[in-house]
């Protein structure tokens, strides 16, 4: 069946750099997209990024400039990278399966990273 | 484009018919989807193209609306179903709405 899995630190120092990785299996990246979300505490979901199946990416233009997907796909993950972090971006950091490039039918359980000295 | 949902918090009884709301800034198209979240977890993927309930989702959620408006219902509201009720756009970029908190009394 298909499962995705973040990992990654859960505690970030402001201005540093966030790594996160998502791990996924029952699908290939090569024929999947997979896109990033997060939720700050107690608030709504926000679309970050996506990862086409073809190895392009498209940002959501608020984050734009501090963000980078990328992937293996020999290895079935893709990963996150975010810069010059704020306490704002403390939140809850979600991967998701988007079918087709439309919506996210299946979810990671979510990785919590705090921004924080 | 921009999501509204109405209301931010809704309490109801288990048994009664829910309906949350969706509007769009702009013509979504129909297309739309919902997803529940329950407390700790990540959403699950109820409803997408307005109306097309997604697999081993419970026939009581349905999905209806048109244009830059859209409705969520629940036909008869069971105590397992508190949670918030994101809706989300796929036809102009991607964007969530801000949740409807479904309490049960």
């Known amino acids: 069946q298909v499962q995705l899995k973040e990992s990654g630190p859960g505690l970030v120092q402001p201005s540093q750099t966030l790594s996160l990785t998502c791990t996924v299996s029952?699908?290939?990246?090569?024929?999947?997209?997979v896109s990033w979300i997060r939720q700050p505490p107690g608030k709504g979901l926000e679309w970050m990024g996506v990862i086409w199946s073809n190895g392009g990416t498209d940002y959501n233009s608020a984050i734009k400039s501090r963000l980078s997907i990328s992937r293996d796909t020999s290895k079935s993950q893709v990963f996150l990278k975010m810069n010059s972090l704020q306490t704002e971006d403390t939140a809850m950091y979600f991967c998701a399966r988007m079918y087709y490039g439309y919506y996210f039918d299946y979810w990671g359980q979510g990785v919590m990273v705090t921004v924080s000295s | 484009i921009q999501l509204t949902q109405s209301p931010s918090l809704l309490s109801a009884s288990v048994g009664d018919r829910v309906t949350l709301s969706c509007k769009g800034s702009?013509?979504?198209?129909?297309?739309l989807a919902w997803y529940q979240q329950k407390l700790g977890e990540a959403p699950k993927l109820l409803i997408y193209k307005t109306n097309s309930l997604q697999t081993g989702i419970p026939s009581r959620f349905s999905g209806s609306g048109s244009g830059t408006d859209y409705t969520l219902t629940i036909s008869s509201l069971h105590s397992e179903d508190l949670a918030t009720y994101y809706c989300y756009q796929y036809n102009n970029g991607l964007t969530f709405g801000s949740g409807t908190k479904l309490e049960i009394k």
């Open positions: 702009q013509n979504i198209n129909n297309y």
């Open positions: 029952g699908l290939s990246l090569t024929s999947n997209s």
